[in-house]
């Protein structure tokens, strides 16, 4: 089916037809719309700015943070 013959079958329907195929089209715009990227880089870069990050970076303690939290549960659950 080519252009012509589609335009010539939507001006041979009556407006309510006609207003149909329109908000079809303006469907299958969105339904098929490429997805736009999300910028994941942006909230990685503004947490990478937080003052939590790298905070206990200077604690001899914290050098092994599995082994610092089996040494905290066994002093308080014994």
Not at 32 to 47: E, F, G, I, T
């Amino acid at each position: 089916m080519n252009t012509q013959t589609v335009m010539e079958g939507f001006s041979s329907l009556p407006p309510d037809a006609q207003q149909q195929v329109a908000d079809f089209i303006d469907f299958l715009k969105v339904r098929y719309q490429k997805a736009k990227p999300v910028k994941k880089k942006v909230a990685r870069a503004a947490l990478a700015q937080e003052a939590f990050i790298g905070m206990w970076r200077e604690r001899k303690d914290m050098q092994d943070s599995s082994q610092w939290v089996r040494e905290l549960r066994s002093k308080e659950w014994s």
